[in-house]
């Protein structure tokens, strides 16, 4: 399992406080607002703004 739904529930993006998404792969968080993908690696999200990927979706 790649992240709870507890721990979805408590976790904002970094940079503008917006609610996350898991994606359809389960490997990464969606903030739509900010248009970043936040890697998951090991079961643990990298919520580091400068290791965020663009999304494109």
Do not use: F, H, T
Not at 4 to 24: F, M, T, V
Not at 49 to 54: D, F, G, S, V
Request: net charge negative; with cysteine.
């Amino acid at each position: 399992m790649a992240v709870s739904k507890e721990l979805l529930d408590i976790l904002a993006c970094p940079k503008c406080q917006g609610d996350l998404r898991l994606n359809e792969a389960q490997d990464g968080l969606i903030c739509e607002q900010c248009k970043l993908v936040y890697e998951i690696k090991d079961d643990i999200p990298i919520m580091l703004i400068e290791e965020a990927k663009p999304y494109q979706g």
